[in-house]
Nanobody, 115 residues
Framework: QVQLVESGGGLVQPGGSLRLSCAAS????????MGWYRQAPGAQRELVAG???????NYADSVKGRFTISRDNAKKTVFLQMNSLKPEDTAVYYC?????????WGQGTQVTVSS
């Protein structure tokens, strides 16, 4: 069983930055593929960024060049650095962990980009 706890969301002006964190429980964090997803009101949940167990990364086209995903296996934490935020980035952001067989979700953290 893996528990994921996100933090770092909030209200930010367009052009601003936020850093999301996702702390995981469980004994073998390093083997999990991790990801950040987001869901805006009335929209489907979508992948924002992913990082594999060997730290290869992938990003949605809409966030390439603005967002950076990283992980610290010693601290069992994955991060999402979000720069140059836009109003369309407003959503609930969810952390995901998977081991190829099972997957787990965090409870989500709200990010609102507005002036």
């Amino acid at each position: 069983q893996v528990q994921l706890v996100e933090s770092g969301g909030g209200l930010v002006q367009p052009g601003g930055s936020l850093r999301l964190s996702c702390a995981a429980s469980g004994s073998i964090f390093s083997i999990y593929d991790m990801g950040w997803y987001r869901q805006a009101p009335g929209a489907q949940r979508e992948l924002v960024a992913g990082i594999s167990s060997v730290s290869s990364t992938n990003y949605a086209d809409s966030v390439k060049g603005r967002f950076t995903i990283s992980r610290d296996n010693a601290k069992k934490t994955v991060f999402l650095q979000m720069n140059s935020l836009k109003p369309e980035d407003t959503a609930v952001y969810y952390c995901y962990a998977g081991d190829g067989v099972k997957g787990w979700w965090g409870q989500g953290t709200q990010v609102t980009v507005s002036s």
